[in-house]
């Protein structure tokens, strides 16, 4: 049931994308489209609070007396979905969906094998490295099969080969491999994100409340974000301007936000945090096929192939080596 849960909420997460593309062109930037969705997902939040009558009181006496880390979750989620903004203008969408996988598995594993952040503590055997190893050639398999032949390099890459200066490739080349790096540690924040709300979850008693803790830092983050952006960037002050009409849906992908955040804090507390970084980027990868396959959202229709699908059948071998050995 919990792999389950892992999934579907796996499959929200690049519908909440979708939708977050939509929602860029209406308010100007990426930027002001994550405050959005994190505000949304807030309030969606706080009236599962209501509804299933658990108040919405925060014990901060509680808290204050646990280790300092716990308020860094929400700092965590912005970090990765801002360094995911500055990666695909860097270098490229097939390394951009890699290396933040391999850095989010790859923290996982160490945080399961050590018991960071008073994580369940997982041994770590060859069986399970084989199996993030599989995991990382599914995620490889199904960006292959989505990339356009024309997105084959880069736009660094591409603008620097045009440049027909060598030294300046090689200078290039070192740039572009220390965003490698960033991706990696961008993807390491994600995972760290996953325990420390797990265990926030346990300490507060309840998900939703951790939930709640990590958006609210997310958007405190968020804001100052913002303000430094509309002051550099006009594209920040779109909104005033735009008055073109948009699909009543755009405003609604901060729901499958604070649902993916939810099932992060649920689901690492029950099968650990490398098996719950595993299990929902299954069921993002999935969601992202049929988000493609069906043109949902604004999006262009991609049709699945035998290629994506066999991607699919490796990340979910990879899973079950893991979970089952």
């Not at 270098?91 to 989010?104: K, R």
């Not at 997105?151 to 200078?171: N, R, V």
């Not at 994600?190 to 958007?219: D, R």
Request: with cysteine; charged share 10%.
């Amino acid at each position: 049931m919990s792999i389950i849960i892992g999934i579907l909420a796996g499959i929200g997460l690049p519908i909440q994308t979708s939708i977050n593309t939509e929602l860029k062109k209406k308010v100007g930037s990426p930027y002001n489209a994550s405050l959005v969705s994190f505000v949304v997902a807030l309030v969606f939040l706080i009236c599962l609070l209501l509804a299933t009558g658990q108040g919405v009181h925060i014990p901060f006496e509680q808290l204050l007396q646990e280790p300092g880390w716990i308020w860094a979750g929400g700092l965590c989620g912005v970090i990765f979905l801002t360094g995911n903004i500055l990666l695909l203008t860097k270098i490229g969408s097939i390394q951009t969906v890699i290396l933040p996988v391999l850095g989010q598995i790859l923290m996982g594993l160490i945080v399961d094998s050590l018991g960071l952040f008073c994580a369940i503590q997982s041994k770590l055997t060859p069986l399970r490295v084989a199996g993030a190893l599989l995991v990382v050639a599914g995620v490889l398999i199904v960006s292959m099969a989505k990339k356009n032949r024309k997105q084959g390099t880069s736009p660094a890459a591409l603008q620097e080969a045009a440049s027909g200066h060598p030294e300046k490739a090689g200078s290039r080349g070192a740039h572009l491999w220390l965003w490698r790096i960033f991706g990696v540690l961008f993807g390491m924040f994600s995972a760290t994100q996953t325990a420390i709300n797990g265990y926030l979850g346990k300490v507060l008693a309840s998900p939703i409340k951790a939930s709640v803790i990590s958006f609210v830092i997310g958007i405190i983050v968020l804001i100052i974000v913002c303000a430094v952006m509309f002051q550099k960037d006009r594209s920040a002050r779109a909104l005033r301007q735009n008055n073109e009409k948009y699909p009543w849906w755009i405003w609604f992908g901060g729901v499958l936000g604070g649902l993916y955040i939810l099932a992060n804090v649920i689901l690492s507390g029950q099968i650990g945090t490398g098996m719950t970084v595993i299990v929902l980027l299954v069921g993002s990868t999935a969601g992202g096929l049929l988000v493609d396959h069906f043109g949902l959202f604004g999006t262009d229709k991609k049709p699945i192939n035998a290629m994506k699908i066999l991607g699919v059948l490796i990340m979910i071998a990879g899973a079950a080596a893991i979970k089952l050995f």
